[in-house]
């Protein structure tokens, strides 16, 4: 009896935690506002949020992911003080901000394995490409992140009501316009856009169908011997339009510069070759991590053909992250900075 | 005094058979055992196959959950189903005669249906294990293919808009105790047309030896996939000369190499059979006609002991008119137009020649094993070798095979 009565005392005991102590939880963790607004790398990024009114909302409940441009990210854009905004249209920019906030909570870890292209809602109408590699098949753990071409330099930063990864580049949604409004708004890209009207190649672009748009300016066609006026001269009946304008244009396809990059992790092979549209020639797109820069760009290079004894006849580097992966609602505008082919290579023979 | 003690003892016995009875009693829990009746046996392989590239980064993932018996709402959305596939991905080369992934793998995508899935399986019927089987209810079924997202969410914890994607509904009628592979397919290559084909197997109702290993072909390809252009054909060098494809009619040789641990394709074969004449195999996704086994002895080699045997088979595949013997290519040559394909099935199936040969490889037909006092020994299986577009897909069934002797 004894024994049994001890027995239970005994268990009740071992029950007994007086001086059990749990950590005080950290009350420090801000808001996603107030933690944008008090690092200084994001000051430009708070501004613009100051700007569109988005403050009181990031502050509530939540839970929001933020997806935060740093300071140098802007300025790469030209955008250096906060009054810098002043300058731009109100609405769009309320958009393009609203596109870097997601209504959600997203770790790193909420996104699948490999994962190309998984979209999420913003707070603005369209959603936002998500591309994570996170293992090689051939063997190793891979950590990359993209959203919508941009390079996620810090992930995971847990915030009071979400969390937040840093961007090193400002997403560029253009949300309903086209690779073809894209263009005509933009006069750097006249002479192509002429050049593309010429030659019949630019009616498509404001179709439903998917380009991948490598647009080169006025200086890159005047490297490759095209100039307005020259254009002007051109009779359009003796140069073959699909190798000197399209060559420019890859059809049926949506590349960011970061799918080169992300594909060269998981799958050991960041390039995609295809022929021209109606023309023999042959390209080769690969895009991924420049040296020494180690920021994103893209090359091109075109071959006559693709057997073994085609040499290259042309291949540019562009890196200007800036300017690329212009998102439109039909494909993807990337900054060419060379011309691909002279107008004596595209004569009709 | 004494009686008071024993009064003591007798309490504290008390209290242990009370403490007793309560754990016994606190362990006892009511299991309800699931049970499918009268059910029919069903196996399923998704041979919609696909690799993950830049160019082919838009394309739509055939990454399926699989419904037999669904309940849809008025919008045609599955919220419930009898059996539920989830997670199902292409097939792997090799299906073994266990759902052996489940011991190694950790990842939630499943090559075939049951495979890594805990439902109620096949038993041993006439001496074949069919523990890679499903058991599922006999009778009319609908059966419903729906794409989803490549992720690990479960698919009826999806959002809404995802789980409308339906790739195919049908109804199909199994016949109690039968045994069922269904295959996902792409029918034709050029319209990209898909559909399933129910293969009611007659492995368990034939008088097989145990002393012979079977092997059945199907050329389950899309149409037009040997005619159609390289450049929209999966580039993978470990497929060999099967990734072009081969021709809608072949013949099939078989060769019977001595050793597994000689990899050369010109090392010794066992006398006899070297090219020899073992099959024909038609392209067919309509018919679910079963196509009929050839065999060959385990014990062909006269350095086997009756216990265990080293050898391993090398299928070729030629067009009517060629064989072995007048084959005009040669022996590395892998881009053949469709007219000399091989495969060669030795150890696991990863081993590659050291000679410059054009072969895919899959794991060995024969099963070499520790039984008993012997180690390996060899025994005998039941086979499918299956061809699909540019891949090659082996399915070994294993027998009941006679308990180890120590």
Known sequence: ?349 | MKKNRLFQMNTTFVWLVACNFLLLASGCVKVEYSKIKEPAYLRVFNNLNYVQTLGSKDNKVPFFCMFINPVVDASGMPVSAEIVGDFLDQRDAYAPPYPSHIGTSTSVNNPEYPGKENVLVGPILNGFDLSSWAQVPSGKVRIMFAYRPKNTVPFFQLENHLKKDILIDTTINLTAQEVYTMHLLQKDFVTKRTGVLLRQEIFHKLPLSDSLAYVNFYNMSGKGYWEADKSLKEDNFLLASFQWGMKDDMNVYLSLYEDQNILNHKGPTVPGYKGKYFANVKLNTETAVVNPYSSFPIWASKSSNGITTNIWPRFDFFVPGMDVASNPFFSGSTDNGGNWVSVNCLQNGKIRMQSNDNAAILPNLLVNIHSGKNNPATFATVNTIEVVNGKVYLTTIQRKYAPPIY
């Open chain 1, 1 to 349: 009896m004894i024994l049994a009565i001890g027995m239970q005392l005994l268990l009740l005991a071992s029950c007994k935690h007086d001086d059990l102590t749990i950590a005080a939880p950290n009350e420090n963790i801000r808001p996603a506002a107030d933690f944008v607004k008090n690092n200084y790398e994001m000051r430009l990024f708070y501004a613009a949020i100051k700007k569109v009114g988005y403050v009181d909302e990031l502050n509530g409940a939540g839970p929001f992911t933020i997806l935060a441009p740093t300071d140098a990210a802007f300025n790469r854009m030209g955008i250096y003080n906060p009054t810098d905004f002043d300058k731009l249209n109100a609405d769009s920019l309320k958009k393009v901000i609203g596109y870097h906030l997601l209504p959600r909570k997203l770790s790193v870890t909420d996104i699948p394995n490999n994962g190309i292209d998984v979209r999420y809602a913003t707070l603005s109408d369209a959603e936002v490409y998500t591309s994570r590699a996170s293992t090689n098949p051939n063997g190793g753990a891979e950590n990359e992140l993209y959203f919508s071409g941009s390079e996620v330099t810090r992930q995971d930063v847990i915030l009071a009501n979400g969390t937040l990864h840093v961007l090193d580049n400002v997403m560029k949604p253009n949300f309903n316009k086209t690779v073809q409004a894209w263009l005509a708004g933009h006069p750097d890209y006249s002479v192509f856009v002429s050049g593309l009207k010429k030659f019949n190649l630019w009616d498509q672009l404001a179709t439903t169908q998917q380009f991948t748009v490598f647009a080169p300016n006025n200086e890159a066609l005047k490297n490759g011997g095209i100039t307005a006026a020259s254009l002007n001269e051109m009779d359009a009946s003796k140069y073959l339009g699909d190798l000197l304008f399209g060559v420019y244009l890859l059809y049926d396809r949506h590349f960011f510069v970061s799918d080169g990059q992300v594909f060269s992790r998981i799958n050991s092979n960041g390039s995609f070759s295809y022929f021209l549209k109606n023309n023999s020639h042959y390209m080769t797109f690969g895009g991924g991590k420049q040296y020494p820069s180690f920021k994103l760009g893209y090359g091109l290079v075109l071959y006559p053909g693709n057997g073994p004894s085609d040499s290259p006849i042309k291949a540019v580097t562009s890196e200007i992250v800036a300017k690329n992966d212009n998102l439109c609602s039909n494909g993807l505008v990337h900054h060419l900075v060379d011309g691909l082919v002279t107008p004596e290579q595209a004569i009709k023979k």
